[in-house]
């Protein structure tokens, strides 16, 4: 059984940093473009990161510049960067595959207090 489990969140003020971190049970790993998503109250979950198998990058606007994205294969585990941190960034994060799988993890809170 698949399992996505996300870590690192918390609380931040504005302009701080946070490092996220998915822990992926899926045997593909390697070979999967793996994603972090998020979704803030009452908005739809988007995708804010994605990282191909071969490691290259790709950000939503928003995020780029402030975000990186990661992968360690050996580790099955992706990895979340975000500095420079805003209130807007607040949102539940995510990982998951491209395309996704149909569970999800618990992901884990970030609050950017102003």
């Known amino acids: 059984q698949v399992q996505l489990v996300e870590s690192g969140g918390g609380l931040v003020q504005a302009g701080g940093s946070l490092r996220l971190s998915c822990a992926a049970s899926i045997s593909t790993f390697t070979w999967n473009t793996m994603g972090w998503y998020r979704q803030a109250p009452g908005k739809q979950r988007d995708l804010v990161a994605h990282?191909?198998?071969?490691?290259?990058?790709n950000y939503a606007a928003s995020v780029k510049g402030r975000f990186t994205i990661s992968r360690d294969n050996a580790k099955n585990t992706v990895y979340l960067q975000m500095n420079s941190l805003k209130p807007e960034d607040t949102a539940v994060y995510y990982c998951?595959?491209?395309?996704?799988?149909?569970?999800w993890g618990q992901g884990t809170q970030v609050t950017v207090s102003s």
């Open positions: 990282i191909s198998s071969g490691g290259i990058p």
């Open positions: 998951n595959r491209l395309p996704t799988l149909t569970s």
